[in-house]
């Protein structure tokens, strides 16, 4: 497969992550993937993996949907918005980036999100409370 058809693969994955999908994002990355988000940051297909599936346990109906992808020389952009149902929060929709790093074989080696991870703990009951609060007295207006 080209690069272009491994990212177009990647992001296809992605938005159509399953529990019994995870394992084929496998055949892209390479064994020491370099995965990081705002909550993880782990090395090797072990961790990836044990992230993704961590998400699929707490959370309700997770799904990315992708908005825009990009494809330079030797990384890949996609844009997305992530939905789900999550444990006393209730619905939580996010939109983020993610930055893909491929190495001379055309592996993914590094998948870095990023998101703001705010709305996420101003939604929670008692920290969201002492953040929103925090974040109006920051406010210019």
Not at 51 to 61: K, P
Not at 99 to 123: A, C, K, M, T
Request: charged share 30%; net charge neutral; hydrophobic share 40%.
């Amino acid at each position: 497969m080209t690069r272009q058809q491994i990212f177009d693969r990647y992001c296809t994955l992605f938005e159509n992550l399953s529990p019994e999908t995870v394992l084929d994002l496998r055949k892209l990355v390479s064994a020491d993937i370099h995965f990081r988000d705002p909550f993880n940051d782990t090395r090797g297909w072990e961790g990836m993996s044990r992230v993704l599936h961590d998400m699929f346990e707490r959370c309700t109906n997770p799904r990315f949907h992708v908005l825009d992808k990009h494809l330079t020389d030797g990384c890949g952009f996609i844009r997305w918005r992530f939905e789900t149902r999550v444990p006393v929060m209730g619905w939580f929709s996010i939109e983020g980036m993610s930055r893909l790093q491929f190495d001379e074989q055309d592996r993914i080696i590094e998948h870095l999100d990023f998101w703001d991870s705010s709305p996420f703990y101003l939604r929670l009951p008692v920290i969201g409370r002492l953040l929103r609060r925090a974040k109006a007295k920051m406010s210019a207006g």
